[in-house]
């Protein structure tokens, strides 16, 4: 890892292929269309890995993702988030071209794509099953019986189904409660999908989010799943449980820049413009950005007591180090860092992907 | 603002040159050496409205960042953080061409720089003057002298004085907690300095941070200032009292997607990935990751009564709208937003800046 001189994002791509297989064989044994999620990477290079997999459908959260995807050949896209009118050209130029989705969660968009969508487009109906972030509420029949006419009344919009994500799973501390999530949360999305296929036979029931397609095994009435997080992993996953240490597919190596003895602090080039400030709360230590680890030949490994990135600012990283591993870190040295949500680290390390399997880092097309 | 079509930074061109002009003033009438830190706005074009002031220093917090600023004539640099020995080939290439100054916060660099380094260099002993982020402590006199003595016998190397960032004031509440914070750490730091001025009669005294460099009239002792976040502002100084509500200059425009009269909260298009996930504690609120503002012609006002972005995900922004602004905000429209730490906000956004005066995307060369 010579060539690494500033804070980059490690990947194992043997962890992550692992991963996508893992996850695809899961929805075929379960029989659902597996839609993987792509803003956790936003990399071409790992969407061929899942490519290579078998995969076909994927779902992305904004028109400028769904555009870098498209131009590497994906051919069906849906853009999970709440279609934005003012990118209507740079969808009607995707919509030319792909098999797009766009998720209405607003029935006010309406009379605008009724004059300015120029191509047929798929469009599912955003539900909102506990996450209370965007979408219909369950309840809201009336309301959904009513957009749906209106949608369908424009002949280029063609409706698809449901999407829920329970985000709300990421809040959790249990497998239960993640379990009790998703049946709440499934039971709701699939009620109102069998309601409306009698006027729309083909819709599905679309659900997303990596803690329940981790640790859920039947996914009863669901159509389809769209879990993104879980080809990387993070320290946020693991603490909940929906993944095992050995998942957890990247780190950040960052540089050792200096130690302060007198309060046993080392002090790391990697702070919140590549880390992110998202953090998680840790017995005994409070609020945390990461969890350092040793980075050996092949990738890293956890300390026996861990050791947490305890504070950060715009490019500082500082933990607190133990007497009996003072020596490990010099400045110079590189630490690693496991990201507490590896999307957010992703997105900012985007152009500074390594890949430890080939010991280099990826050239992508951007 | 029709061509913003996803998330932009707003810069208020006059708003930002007036704070330059300001800060300009108040170090000539306080006889200080102004060098501010461009890690704020990273951009080659605000680089040269502080240039056309009458700025030739500038501080940075990493290499990339001086080798991006060096190519736009920038001749004098200082990387404010802790020098990274991985990056000795940019730091001699830098140094062969431009004044580089680096910073040591920790002595077990010197003897790879000693064998290493191949080009004049000036260096500053970072001192930690109450942050406890990196530096020595005011103290550890024998280490610092140890240090100095070390450091000078490699004849690369030219001892330029000593740096403090009081970060500290971040975390304080009132006017009169960074005038405390500013007394007790310049006189820490002047102490040092003047100590020193005996052996190196030449050295400075370099102060950071935005809020004493705003709020102190007087910096006796002190040679030089490097405040960065003034340039912007955000609602965290707004909130510290740094600043007029009037003197921030940067804002998000965001487009609305949907909202939920059910809980009444309107779903922006601008989350982590844009806006950081850094957040302030508002009375009656909780914490909020930025101030709602109305976009107008020439850029933004507040409500009567404050909203505030209350929560975010990756790509999502919600905020709370009571009933008699409900109609102020439509998908389709943008919603400003007053980030909470401008830093972190244009770090993300540093391709897209929208500049309201001339109405133009910044085009900067990268």
């Known amino acids: 890892m010579d060539d690494i001189v500033s804070p980059a994002l490690l990947i194992d791509e043997d962890k992550c292929r692992r991963n996508i297989r893992h996850m695809i064989a899961k929805a075929k044994q379960s ?3 597996f839609r993987p999620h792509f803003k956790t990477h936003q990399s071409r290079i790992i969407g061929r890995w899942f490519r290579e997999a078998g995969t076909e459908k994927i779902c992305v959260s904004s028109v400028t993702m769904a555009k870098y995807f498209a131009a590497d050949g994906w051919q069906d896209i849906m853009i999970a988030f709440p279609v934005n009118i003012r990118e209507i050209e740079e969808i009607n130029e995707l919509a030319s071209r792909i098999q ?25 109906i955003k539900l909102d099953v506990g996450n209370y972030r965007s979408g219909f509420h369950p309840d809201e029949t009336d309301d959904i019986s009513r957009t749906l006419e209106q949608a369908t009344l424009n002949t280029l919009l063609s409706f698809k189904g449901f999407v829920a994500h329970a985000g709300q799973t990421y809040q959790t501390h249990s497998l239960n409660d993640v379990q009790k999530a998703y049946r709440q949360g499934s039971r709701l999305l699939t009620a ?23 640790l859920v095994n039947e996914f009863e009435g669901i159509d389809e799943i769209r879990p993104g997080n879980f080809v990387f992993y993070d320290l946020m996953q693991f603490h909940l449980a929906s993944c095992d240490w050995d998942h957890i597919s990247v780190a950040v190596a960052a540089p050792v820049v200096a130690k302060r003895k007198m309060r046993n602090e ?14 998680i709360e ?7 950005y990461g969890e350092i680890v040793k980075l050996t030949e092949k990738g890293w490994e956890r300390f026996n007591e861990p050791l947490y990135l305890n504070r950060i600012s715009q490019e500082h990283g500082i933990f607190h180090c133990p007497d009996e591993l003072w020596d490990e870190f010099n400045p110079g040295d590189l630490a690693g860092v496991v990201p507490v949500h590896s999307c957010l680290t992703a997105d900012l390390l985007r152009d500074k992907f390594y890949n430890l399997k080939t010991g280099a880092f990826f050239v992508e097309e951007r």
Not at 101 to 122: E, M, N, R, Y
Not at 266 to 279: E, R
């Open 282 to 288: 840790v017995h005994d230590t409070g609020y945390v």
């Open 100 to 124: 797009l989705s766009i998720l209405i969660a607003d029935s006010s968009v309406l009379p605008f794509l009724q004059t300015h969508l120029k191509q047929p487009t798929g469009f599912y």
């Open 31 to 33: 029989k659902v269309i």
């Open 192 to 214: 109102i999908t069998e309601h409306f296929r009698n006027d729309y036979p083909s819709i599905i029931a679309s659900w997303g989010d990596t803690p329940t397609c981790s």
């Open 266 to 279: 080392i002090i790391i080039y990697g702070g919140a413009v590549h880390v992110s400030k998202d953090a």
